[in-house]
């Protein structure tokens, strides 16, 4: 089974919603492990870490997805209206680019968006429009 880190702009639950409901829909014989993080890593004030991943209070959230990163055998980049400005989408997609030498990603824009874009200083990607069937087939 392909494990796969989903990146995104947590503005964008929904449509990593949608993602799973690809795995759940007995119709697709898409089987994957979703990899990326479901639940917020504390700080230890016990607050939501919501700090730029180049801060040292991030080393424990960077560690974790980092960690995840590695387990995956793709990265699924979901874009929306916000992603461009991420720091955590870029700081995920360089570090898996690091990790797995510019393997498997797919950079897909969410449900219903045509002109969002990637984040700065990631480039040379090409951006699907959302395409269940596109999605998919890359899963599989």
């Known amino acids: 089974?392909?494990?796969?880190?989903?990146?995104?702009?947590?503005?964008?639950?929904?449509?990593?919603?949608?993602?799973?409901?690809?795995?759940?829909?007995?119709?697709?014989?898409?089987?994957?492990?979703?990899?990326?993080?479901?639940?917020?890593?504390?700080?230890?004030?016990?607050?939501v870490n919501r700090r730029m991943p180049n801060d040292p209070a991030s080393e424990k959230v960077r560690t974790i997805i980092k960690n995840k990163l590695n387990e995956s055998s793709k990265l699924l980049v979901l874009i929306g209206r916000d992603t461009h400005s991420s720091e955590w989408v870029k700081w995920e997609i360089n570090t898996f680019q690091s990790i797995k030498n510019n393997s498997d990603i797919l950079f897909m824009r969410i449900k219903g968006d045509s002109y969002s874009s990637l984040p700065k200083n990631v480039y040379d990607h090409s951006i699907k429009n959302w395409n269940m069937s596109e999605l998919s087939t890359w899963l599989r």
């Open 1 to 47: 089974m392909r494990s796969v880190f989903i990146s995104y702009d947590h503005d964008d639950q929904s449509a990593k919603t949608d993602v799973e409901s690809v795995r759940l829909n007995s119709n697709n014989l898409v089987s994957f492990h979703d990899s990326s993080l479901n639940e917020p890593v504390y700080n230890m004030n016990g607050h």
